[in-house]
């Protein structure tokens, strides 16, 4: 294990917490909170950790976060530092704009942007956690308050009982259900054709190290080197009015992706077309929810605040909420752990309900059809960038897990 977080001294007895979900958020929350002196155990439904799909990226916030639980080493092992990030017009590739990423976020922000296999990811933060406190296969069926704490039962029979639970269990969370009733969550009317390039087939492109982005009519695209720069991930988003899975599965080709992406610049359709195999992904949404906890039962990440990925900011914030609600309960002592669970409530949903909005806005201005808006909307990105490190203070510099004690 690398160098430890600076967390607090505990000197009561530990309050258990149980974490229902291995993803990304669940473990880098259970992490959090182990290194703040809590116990914690992680339960998740699948037989063994993992991740769908190929990158993520994962901006200065979250990077800090991750470094400061220790994770450094691995983190730069396993991903690559884009230098730029390159917003380009769908048919001729020309720059929209441009602004450079690394090493410009680590002198402003302390950490560096980064760029990600999911599945590395994931291990280097279950790396940092002890493996015999995840419990794989615990699919969570319910559970109940008790004032005092908390119950929670499993499909395969099992019953644990929590000073705290936290779901972490994704959109479709079971945790969020049982806290708030049924309900199915929407869909976004996009899907993403998504791929990994091993890097030697595009060697001839001589693409920077860098993220690019295309945008033009109805649809994006985005690719960006992952896996120690062995891999190029790529996702196509495109616009449809209805999601039919049993319909969809079988689009998902290469050469779907290519008639989705036809007429599109010569470097996208390549990249695709040196893909062996791609999948496809529906996404869905839900509205900000106006609460995530109920007594000692709270929830993070997609759980509770899904947002479109069009800022890139869903892991990274469900990695903020981790930080915050540690820092909220060691800065409540274990006196009220329900208050301390209202706090981190409160101190999150201003901020995440902002990226859910931002996020669906740019929904609309990536997938503008060429014409008077499309033509302002770039002369306004030409003049000011609006993905540049300085622009995004606000995002990068916040430090979730800075919780103020109360007076
Ligand atoms: C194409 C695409 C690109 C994206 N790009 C980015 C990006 O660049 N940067 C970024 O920050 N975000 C990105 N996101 C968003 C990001 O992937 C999600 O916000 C993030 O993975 C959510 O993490 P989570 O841990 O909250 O949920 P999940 O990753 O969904 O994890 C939930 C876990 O809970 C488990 N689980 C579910 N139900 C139960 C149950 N009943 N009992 C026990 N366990 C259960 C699941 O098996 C799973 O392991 C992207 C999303 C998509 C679709």
């Not at 540049?388 to 979730?400: C, E, G, M, N, T």
Request: hydrophobic fraction near 40%; aromatic fraction near 8%.
């Amino acid at each position: 294990m690398e160098k430890r977080g600076d967390c607090p001294e505990r000197t009561e007895i530990p309050l258990r917490i149980a974490v229902i979900g291995g993803g990304i958020g669940g473990l880098t929350a259970a992490l959090s909170l182990r290194q703040a002196g809590f116990e914690v155990d992680v339960y998740e439904q699948a037989p063994e950790l993992t991740q769908i799909g190929g990158g993520i990226n994962m901006g200065p916030n979250a990077m800090r976060i991750l470094r400061r639980l220790g994770l450094a080493a691995g983190l730069d092992r396993e991903g690559v530092r884009p230098l730029f990030t390159h917003q380009r017009c769908w048919r001729d590739g020309r720059t929209l704009q441009r602004a450079p990423l690394n090493p410009l976020c680590e002198e402003l922000y302390g950490a560096p942007h980064m760029t990600l296999h999911r599945a590395d990811l994931l291990d280097v933060i279950a790396s940092g956690f002890p493996a015999e406190r995840i419990h794989l296969g615990h699919r969570l069926t319910g559970l109940a308050d008790h004032g005092g704490s908390t119950e929670a039962w499993f499909e395969n029979g099992a019953r644990i009982t929590a000073d705290i639970l936290v779901g972490a269990d994704g959109i479709h969370s079971a945790v969020r259900a049982s806290l708030f009733g049924e309900e199915s969550p929407v869909f976004a009317g996009c899907v993403a054709y998504r791929g990994l390039v091993p890097a030697e087939r595009i060697a001839d492109l001589g693409l920077e190290i860098g993220s690019q982005s295309w945008v033009g009519p109805g649809a994006h695209f985005v690719h960006y080197f992952v896996s120690r720069g062995r891999l190029l991930n790529f996702v196509g988003w495109t616009e449809h009015d209805e999601w039919n899975r049993e319909d969809w599965t079988d689009r998902a080709t290469v050469a779907r992706a290519l008639a989705a992406f036809e007429g599109w610049h010569p470097q996208v359709r390549r990249i695709i077309a040196e893909a062996d195999t791609c999948f496809i992904w529906a996404l869905f949404d839900r509205d900000p929810l106006p609460r995530w906890s109920v007594s000692r039962t709270t929830l993070l990440g997609d759980a509770c605040h899904p947002m479109y990925p069009f800022m890139g900011q869903g892991a990274a914030q469900a990695i903020e909420d981790g930080a915050a609600l540690a820092a909220c309960l060691v800065t409540a002592g274990n006196a009220d752990p329900a208050a301390a669970v209202r706090r981190y409530e409160q101190h999150r949903l201003p901020r995440v309900t902002r990226l859910q909005d931002m996020s669906r806005a740019n929904k609309t201005r990536f997938h503008m059809r060429d014409g008077p808006a499309q033509e302002a909307r770039d002369a306004e990105w030409g003049r000011a960038g609006d993905r540049s490190p300085d622009a995004l203070r606000w995002l990068y510099a916040h430090d979730a897990g800075a919780i103020e004690p109360l007076v």
